[in-house]
C-alpha cells in the first residue's frame, strides 16, 4: 500500500511542518487537492501553493485537479513540481489530449472518476494511465463519509487492470482511515488518500501507524 495523506485537511497556516511530520512518519507520496470553484463547488489552493511546498519535501507530489478543462494548466502544476497529475474525465473534452500533455512533461499521468461516473468511462485510457483514481466521495470536500457502492467499481477496475496484465495503480480518494482501510484494500486499492483521518487527527504519526497496522494485519 502507498499512502498518500491529503493536505485538504491541514492547517493552512503551518503546511511545511505539517507536511514534515507526515514525512517523518512514513508515508510514500503528498496528496494536493486543487479545486476551482466550477469543477467542484470549492476552492483550494492552486500552483502557487504547491510551488511554494516544493523545496520543503522529497515526497512524490501526487496532483489531483478537480477543475474545468485541466489542459489550460498542466505546464503550470509541471512547472511548480508535480510528480503526478491526476485529472477528471468529467471535466475535459480532451481527455488524449491531457494525458498526452502530461506525459510529454515527464510525470506520470492517472484518470480520475467520480462516484457517479460509470468505470466504462475510463476503459479506453487505461493502457495509458499509470494510476486510475475511483473517487470514494463525490469530490469537493474533506471529511465526507465513503460511498461502499464505489468499492464496487474499485474492484471492477483492479479487474479490468488484471486482465489486461497491466501494472496500474488503483488509487480510492474520499472517507478512507483506519476503520474502513482493510475493505478498501480488500476491493483492490493499492494507493490509499487520507486527509482528515491523518492530517485532522490529534497525533498523525500515530494515525499513519494505525493505517499500517491494518495494511500488515
Ligand atoms: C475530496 C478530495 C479528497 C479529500 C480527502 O474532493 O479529493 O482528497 O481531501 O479527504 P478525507 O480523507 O477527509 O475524505
Ligand atoms: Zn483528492
Same mark, same amino acid.
Given at each position: 500500500?502507498?499512502?498518500?495523506?491529503?493536505?485538504?485537511?491541514?492547517?493552512?497556516?503551518?503546511?511545511?511542518?505539517?507536511?514534515?511530520?507526515?514525512?517523518?512518519?512514513?508515508?510514500?507520496?503528498?496528496?494536493?487537492?486543487?479545486? @476551482?470553484?466550477?469543477? !467542484?463547488?470549492?476552492?483550494?489552493?492552486? *500552483? &502557487?501553493?504547491?510551488? +511554494?511546498?516544493?523545496?520543503?519535501? %522529497?515526497?512524490?507530489?501526487?496532483?489531483?485537479?478537480?477543475?474545468?478543462?485541466?489542459?489550460?494548466?498542466?505546464?503550470?502544476?509541471?512547472?511548480?513540481?508535480?510528480?503526478?497529475?491526476?485529472?477528471?474525465?468529467?471535466?475535459?473534452? @480532451?481527455?488524449?489530449? !491531457?494525458?498526452?500533455?502530461?506525459?510529454? *512533461? &515527464?510525470?506520470?499521468? +492517472?484518470?480520475?472518476?467520480?462516484? %457517479?461516473?460509470?468505470?466504462?468511462?475510463?476503459?479506453?485510457?487505461?493502457?495509458?494511465?499509470?494510476?486510475?483514481?475511483?473517487?470514494?466521495?463525490?469530490?469537493?470536500?474533506?471529511?465526507?463519509?465513503?460511498?461502499?457502492?464505489?468499492?464496487?467499481?474499485?474492484?471492477?477496475?483492479?479487474?479490468?487492470?488484471?486482465?489486461?496484465?497491466?501494472?496500474?495503480?488503483?488509487?480510492?480518494?474520499?472517507?478512507?482511515?483506519?476503520?474502513?482501510?482493510?475493505?478498501?484494500?480488500?476491493?483492490?486499492?493499492?494507493?490509499?488518500?487520507?486527509?482528515?483521518?491523518?492530517?485532522?487527527?490529534?497525533?498523525?504519526?500515530?494515525?499513519?501507524?494505525?493505517?499500517?497496522?491494518?495494511?500488515?494485519?
Amino acid at each position: 500500500m502507498k499512502l498518500s495523506p491529503s493536505l485538504l485537511a491541514a492547517d493552512f497556516a503551518r503546511l511545511a511542518e505539517s507536511v514534515a511530520r507526515v514525512e517523518a512518519g512514513g508515508v510514500d507520496m503528498l496528496h494536493l487537492d486543487v479545486m @476551482d470553484g466550477n469543477f !467542484v463547488p470549492n476552492i483550494s489552493f492552486g *500552483a &502557487g501553493v504547491i510551488g +511554494a511546498l516544493r523545496p520543503h519535501s %522529497k515526497l512524490f507530489f501526487d496532483v489531483h485537479l478537480m477543475i474545468d478543462r485541466p489542459e489550460r494548466y498542466i505546464a503550470d502544476f509541471v512547472k511548480a513540481g508535480a510528480d503526478g497529475i491526476t485529472f477528471h474525465i468529467e471535466s475535459t473534452g @480532451d481527455p488524449d489530449g !491531457v494525458i498526452e500533455q502530461i506525459r510529454a *512533461a &515527464g510525470c506520470r499521468v +492517472a484518470v480520475a472518476l467520480s462516484p %457517479k461516473t460509470p468505470v466504462e468511462t475510463v476503459l479506453p485510457y487505461l493502457n495509458r494511465c499509470d494510476m486510475v483514481l475511483v473517487m470514494t466521495v463525490e469530490p469537493g470536500f474533506g471529511g465526507q463519509s465513503l460511498m461502499p457502492e464505489t468499492l464496487e467499481k474499485a474492484r471492477a477496475l483492479r479487474a479490468e487492470i488484471t486482465r489486461r496484465g497491466l501494472a496500474t495503480d488503483l488509487q480510492a480518494d474520499g472517507g478512507i482511515g483506519a476503520k474502513n482501510l482493510a475493505a478498501v484494500l480488500d476491493a483492490g486499492v493499492n494507493v490509499v488518500v487520507a486527509g482528515s483521518a491523518i492530517f485532522g487527527a490529534p497525533d498523525p504519526t500515530a494515525a499513519i501507524a494505525a493505517m499500517r497496522a491494518v495494511e500488515n494485519a
